[in-house]
């Protein structure tokens, strides 16, 4: 059985800049110092992005910034399919999916998006838990921490960062892989963020756009300075 404890020291805040839907954004993003960039796959988000485009966005980023693709309740094999054309190897499932679909999914490196309700986001977790220890997910490598309801992705709608906070200080996500912090972050409020919580990473996708579906290169360079102001 793998070794499942995710106690790692983490030198700094990792940074996924999603909702990616032109080259020259991709571009932005590594030119301004982000570790990912997200693609959105799902035909119900208003990101979403053709494997065509996909492609097209993929040739202009540069090595060692990792693509990321975001599926939602999408079946296994159209995962697979798109992913393989592409040679993306990092996957978030941001729907229902359960245990059984990150099992499915052992080749590829699986974030799991996860409401953060303060009644509902500690059973989630426990849920989860038990799930990995029986069917050994080493696959799964961190949980994306959505704001509650609405729509998926890029809603600009700010997280419960306080209740995330008290789950993180009473053990919530001890011995659990790593917590990505998502939902109306922006440059302005990335810092006191990262500065609560540590996370491992955080994720944004609206908070950089300068309008719908077009980042602003100079919002981005500005939130990956306010993450690395606050480590």
């Not at 693509?67 to 990092?90: C, T």
């Not at 949980?143 to 008290?166: H, K, M, Q």
């Not at 922006?186 to 077009?214: I, K, M």
């Amino acid at each position: 059985m793998p070794d499942l404890s995710y106690d790692i020291a983490v030198p700094r805040t990792r940074i996924k800049i999603c909702g990616v839907m032109r080259p020259d954004d991709a571009l932005a993003a590594a030119r301004a110092g982000a570790d990912a960039i997200g693609l959105v796959f799902y035909p119900g988000a208003k990101r979403c992005v053709s494997v065509e485009t996909a492609r097209r966005i993929l040739h202009a980023l540069p090595a060692f910034v990792s693509p990321v693709a975001l599926f939602v309740d999408q079946d296994v094999d159209e995962i697979r399919q798109i992913a393989g054309q592409l040679g993306v190897r990092h996957v978030q499932l941001h729907g229902d999916e359960s245990p059984a679909t990150v099992a499915a999914l052992r080749e590829f490196t699986v974030l799991k998006a996860l409401r953060a309700g303060r009644q509902t986001l500690q059973p989630e977790l426990e849920f989860w838990r038990e799930a990995m220890e029986s069917l050994e997910l080493a696959n799964l490598q961190g949980f994306v921490l959505e704001t509650p309801g609405g729509a998926t992705g890029g809603t600009g709608v700010e997280n419960d960062w306080e209740g995330i906070a008290a789950l993180q200080k009473a053990g919530a996500f001890e011995k659990l892989p790593s917590i990505i912090a998502a939902g109306g972050l922006r440059p302005e409020n990335v810092a006191g963020v990262v500065r609560l919580l540590r996370p491992y990473a955080v994720d944004v996708s609206s908070g950089v756009e300068e309008c719908f579906g077009e980042k602003s290169a100079a919002r981005i360079a500005e939130f990956v300075a306010a993450v690395a102001e606050a480590q």
